[in-house]
């Protein structure tokens, strides 16, 4: 069982680019969610997703958009890459048992913008 | 809104000596809280879940927590620490958001083990 994978794991871009962090899991969850963390700040939720066709904004979405056509992949895409979106994405899913998500996270994906 | 505090970020302990990692948290219900464990270069991990009953919660590893309402706080605790068990350790708290429930996550202790 793969459970999250994300790709890639590394990745620098150029300021102004664009690029799409993938992410596919393989549990057959309803829930979804990207994380980004930055040293000493914990995790921010970006975007989060309870079902195929249903995304929503978490605390830090500016800069990022996502899409969810199918339960297993959610990917994130960040437009005009800004040097304040170098971080680590983490990508999770869990699985709705009465409220109470235990989340799955992927190995992540470290991200430079120069 | 809720929120996790974990006010250390370095925790440094001698392997085979005990370890406590504070979280306080600020939610107005019964909150879901979680611990999650995170090896460089991994993904987070989790260590152990309280939702309700006993207050005391034994998790893998040997890790367990306490829940303590009227100190709004979700301790971590091991009595004898490993080499293995550097980590970065992240206590979340589970609300609610449209009927599902998203942890808000603290920033992270880091635990450092010397020899």
């Known amino acids: 069982n793969a459970g999250v994978t994300q790709t890639p794991k590394f990745h620098i871009l150029k300021i102004g680019q664009s690029m799409t962090l993938q992410c596919t899991q393989d549990?057959?969850?309803?829930?979804m969610y990207w994380y980004r963390q930055d040293p000493g700040m914990g995790l921010k939720l970006i975007y989060y997703?309870?079902?195929?066709?249903?995304?929503d904004k978490g605390e830090v979405p500016n800069g990022y958009n996502v899409s969810r056509s199918t339960t297993e992949d959610f990917p994130l895409r960040l437009e005009l890459a800004a040097p304040s979106q170098t971080s680590v994405y983490f990508c999770?899913?869990?699985?709705?048992?009465?409220?109470?998500?235990?989340?799955?996270f992927g190995a992540g994906s470290r991200l430079t913008v120069l | 809104a809720q929120s996790v505090t974990q006010p250390d970020i370095h925790i440094t302990v001698s392997e085979g000596a005990s370890l406590e990692l504070r979280c306080n948290y600020s939610y107005g219900a019964t909150p879901y809280l979680f611990w999650y464990v995170q090896s460089p270069g991994q993904g987070l991990q989790l260590l152990l879940k309280y939702f309700s009953g006993d207050t005391l919660v034994q998790g893998i590893k040997g890790f367990e927590a306490e829940f303590k309402r009227s100190q709004s706080s979700f301790n971590l605790r091991k009595p004898s620490v490993h080499w293995s068990d550097a980590a970065e350790y992240f206590c979340?708290?589970?609300?609610?958001?449209?009927?599902?429930?998203?942890?808000?996550f603290g920033r992270g202790t880091s635990l450092i083990v010397h020899p």
């Open positions: 979340a708290v589970g609300h609610a958001s449209g009927g599902s429930y998203i942890p808000t």
């Open positions: 999770a899913s869990s699985y709705d048992d009465s409220g109470a998500n235990v989340l799955t």
């Open positions: 997703s309870v079902g195929a066709g249903i995304t």
């Open positions: 549990m057959n969850h309803n829930y």
